[in-house]
Nanobody, 115 residues
Framework: QVQVVESGGGLVQPGGSLRLSCVAS????????MGWYRQAPGKERELVAY???????MYADSVKGRFTISRDNAKNTVYLQMNSLKPEDTAVYYC?????????WGQGAQVTVSS
């Protein structure tokens, strides 16, 4: 079994910053991809960013230049640094671990960008 736990959400003003963290535990393979998705009210879940074991990252166009994903393989941890936050970034952010054709999800972390 694999467990994925997010932390670091909260309320921030437009233009502010937040950092999300996600720790995976359990039966973790040596090769896996970790990423962040988000779901706003009334909208479908969308990919924000992902990063592979080699550190290669991919970002959604809407967050390029503002968000940075990074990982610590030794700790099975992935981070999402979010800068220049906008109200449209408000959503529940979900951590995802993909390995062996299986997806594992965290419980979600609420991020609210509002003045």
């Amino acid at each position: 079994q694999v467990q994925v736990v997010e932390s670091g959400g909260g309320l921030v003003q437009p233009g502010g910053s937040l950092r999300l963290s996600c720790v995976a535990s359990g039966s973790i393979f040596s090769i896996y991809v970790m990423g962040w998705y988000r779901q706003a009210p009334g909208k479908e879940r969308e990919l924000v960013a992902y990063i592979n074991n080699s550190g290669r990252a991919m970002y959604a166009d809407s967050v390029k230049g503002r968000f940075t994903i990074s990982r610590d393989n030794a700790k099975n941890t992935v981070y999402l640094q979010m800068n220049s936050l906008k109200p449209e970034d408000t959503a529940v952010y979900y951590c995802n671990l993909y390995q062996g054709h299986d997806d594992y999800w965290g419980q979600g972390a609420q991020v609210t960008v509002s003045s």
